[in-house]
């Protein structure tokens, strides 16, 4: 009885109220204090009945960090026995509560026992089974559930609809979605604005802004989740403007913001200095998830200054905001602050995540950083992150970013169960390595161990045939990419154009680019590139203009194949005009590629002193590249004093690239200067180089 008189209880307290107590645990998302107030039910003899058991498993639902916790699934697991004990197991709306309470720990199998033994069902037990199931990512089981459901004789209500609809927001279940949309409007269902909500989001996930713009003006009464719901559509498929006018729209039907407004115009692109603006005036900007997000859409942006100010702001750091930092700094190669960023989670005591962890691996780029790769494999080690299959991903694309494809290999290898996307890692490595025989190898490894190719596998190994020039395998990728509808993705489509090109058939190329329906910039710069890499300059300069005549603006890849076709087609007017039209009117600034690009086009025009004068306006400090294509440009000329000039600067630039004391000795003997000739030998000996070494390939038919 001590306990209820530190409460101020001079009697015993019944079991009503206990109830009100578990409700309000409900309320704050207390699931610890519920569990404790159960236990404490037995030290007054007071028996729980089944409505006690289905506000304890609500409570247990409430809070998502105690779903993640270690001891949930152990407790959940107590619980279920407990009810089997004391027979309030039977009650469809207890087991329906167990349910909820196993899909939402992940527990699948769990649940779906549950429901295969309860003695009876109903429509909110079916609804609580495809919610769960739909949310655990099984789509398809998802839907074959809805059948089953209906097929029992269940009438689907409004919120059957409302748990079965996320699963059909992918490309691949379109169709599905429609068919379900179609039940919907036959049963009548349709008119309800949470479905209309649903619908709207699967619509904008399966890129079908049409439906989901007449789904959305169809909603009479648009609630904050609509008007989110539509942004977040825009967003998605890429229509920035679109998403800042409906935000705009509802700003002037005065609908109140939220949190998730912020992060879906922060999702659409929006200016994050607007949305933080906007955060602060309505309040928002205390929500640790704003907060979170303002973070990350700063550090993707590059203001990683900002994003740092923000996070000290944050009363409880978070691993997702301390990623974002992380990943930030890895983008820009600062590993000294990806590294201090870790240290300070260290100390925080927290424990870097696949995602966290794939982040850091992708900044280890230079070979001085190699040993940061090895000892992060080995923190992965230690904390078990290895078992994860995206963290054995980053590793096994940092060893193959270092051409230590046999390592990757090894930890392949060590992987019980190799999903498809670790199949997806190997082949890319192999590729980029420059294995590309063994990338082929492991595509029919993979295919006998029953895995399907997708999109990123075809669009890899299509990489690897431009690679050794294996046209015939790369047409039976075509056909396997025409017989599996998977030419609708962008990434296929510009693989498939960079195959046929490097592979001798432009003619193919063009034939692919033509049937893509919408082409996205790297499609139109492959096929420029393409162009120019055939001498096609006149064709490569109507494709560039077609494309902005589409309405899309040319990055520094598009300006670069513009200018490589100039260059093959001696177009020195040609090429001024686009170099000066990229800095000026696109705001782009050249690199050191497109530097070089117009010190050749000057340099095969002849044009010397121009190509001088445009080394000496550069703003940034010429590489190897750029003085290369001018000492090229006095052998095509034969200038060998000016020649001798920059071989010097290049000397000193990288002594050990034996290509320009080739071209030197070839101008040497043009020139007949035969001495010469024999002492830039004897330096290509000393360096231990010979020239630039290469592999001829021929493909047996």
Known sequence: MNWACSIGLSTKPGLVYFHSLLNSHIQTKNPKQALLLFRQLY???????????????????????????????????????????????????VGTALLDLYMKLGRVRNAQKLFDDMPERDDVSWNALICGVSRNGRHFEALELFVQMCREGFRPRHTTLVSLVPSCGRHELAFQGKSVHGFGIKAGLDSDSQVKNALTSMYGKCADLEAAEVLFEEIGDKSVVSWNTMIGAYGQNGF???????????????????????????????????????AIKTGLVNNASVITSLICEYATRGNTESGELLYKSLPQKTLVSLTALISSYAERDNMGQVMECFAHLLQLDMKLDAVAMVSILHGIKHPADFGLG??????????????????VNGLISMYSRFDNIEDAFSLFSEMRE???????SLVSGCVQAGRSSDALELFSQMKMSGHSPDSISISSLLSGCCQIEYLKFGEGLHTYVLRNNLEGEDFVGTALIDMYTKCGRIDRAERVFKS???????????????????????????????????????????????????????LVHGGRTYFQMMKERFNLIP???????????????????????????????????????????????????????????????????????????????????????????????????????????????
């Open 43 to 93: 030290e007054f003899n007071v028996k729980p009945n089944d409505l006690t058991s289905s506000l304890l498993l609500k409570a247990c639902t409430s809070s998502s960090s105690y779903l993640n916790s270690a001891n949930a699934e152990i407790e959940a697991n107590q619980i279920h026995t407990h009810l089997i004990k004391s027979g309030v197991d039977r009650f469809v709306y």
């Open 240 to 278: 920035f403007d679109e998403a800042m006018l409906v935000f705009k729209r509802m700003r002037e039907e005065d609908v109140q913001a939220n949190l998730v407004t912020v992060v879906s115009l922060l999702s659409a692109n929006a200016d994050p200095e607007s949305a933080h603006c906007h």
């Open 374 to 391: 090895l000892a992060f494999h080995g923190y992965g080690l230690k904390t078990g992150l290895t078992a994860d299959s995206l963290a």
């Open 418 to 424: 190799k999903p498809l996307i670790t199949w997806n």
């Open 516 to 570: 893509i329906k919408e082409p996205c910039l790297a499609t139109w710069n492959s096929m420029i590139s393409g162009y120019s890499l055939y001498g096609l300059e006149h064709k490569a300069l109507v494709c560039f203009s077609e494309m902005q005549e589409q309405g899309l603006k040319p990055d520094k890849i598009t300006f670069l194949a513009v200018l490589a076709a100039c260059t093959h087609g001696g």
């Open 591 to 701: 690199s050191l590629q497109h530097c070089a690009c117009m010190v050749n086009l000057y340099g095969r025009a002849g044009l010397l002193d121009d190509a001088l004068m445009f080394i000496r306006d550069m703003e940034i400090e010429p590489d190897f590249a750029v003085w290369g294509a001018l000492l090229n440009a006095c052998c095509i000329h034969q200038e060998v004093k000016l020649g001798e000039y920059i071989a010097k600067k290049l000397f000193f630039l990288d002594s050990k690239n034996a290509g320009f004391l080739v071209l030197m000795s070839n101008l040497y003997a043009i020139k007949r200067r035969w001495e010469d000739v024999a002492r830039v030998r004897e330096m290509m000996r000393e360096t231990g180089g010979d020239g630039c070494s290469g592999i001829s390939v021929i493909e047996m038919t």
